[in-house]
């Protein structure tokens, strides 16, 4: 069965950090996982979920303006790992992270990912981060 596993999510005050961790497993991840797209999204209580950061099999990245400059999206194929480094946590980034994994993504618009992974991805389970103020 395949299925992306996540860890790392806590609750910090303002200005913290944390380190989300996502693990791909499963057949269709045998591909190898250095030929998918790799993403993370969230969703905060009653919001739509959007993305945060997003990383192509050629190591192209993107961000939500919301998010530059503070977070770093990452992987480590030969774990089928990707990860999300979040610096100078803020109270709006509360929310339920989700990483997401799909063989092709237009990266440079995480709105179309999205809907990409729905379609033809694996959503991870989601990990919930809560910055204080």
């Known amino acids: 069965q395949d299925q992306l596993v996540e860890s790392g999510g806590g609750s910090v005050p303002s200005g913290g950090s944390l380190r989300l961790s996502c693990v791909a497993s499963?057949?269709?991840?045998?591909?190898?996982?250095?030929?998918?797209?790799v993403g993370w999204f969230r969703q905060a209580p009653g919001a739509e979920r959007e993305g945060v950061a997003g990383?192509?099999?050629?190591?192209?990245?993107n961000y939500a303006n919301s998010v530059k400059g503070r977070f770093t999206i990452s992987r480590d194929n030969s774990k089928n790992a990707q990860y999300l480094q979040m610096d100078n946590l803020k109270p709006e980034d509360t929310a339920m992270y989700y990483c997401?994994?799909?063989?092709?993504?237009?990266?440079?618009?995480?709105?179309?990912?999205?809907?990409?992974?729905?379609?033809?991805?694996?959503w991870g389970q989601g990990t919930q981060v809560t910055v204080s103020s």
């Open positions: 997401a994994v799909v063989r092709r993504c237009a990266v440079m618009n995480l709105g179309v990912m999205k809907g990409q992974v729905n379609d033809f991805g694996d």
């Open positions: 499963g057949f269709r991840y045998d591909d190898p996982y250095s030929n998918f797209c």
């Open positions: 990383m192509d099999s050629d190591g192209a990245t």
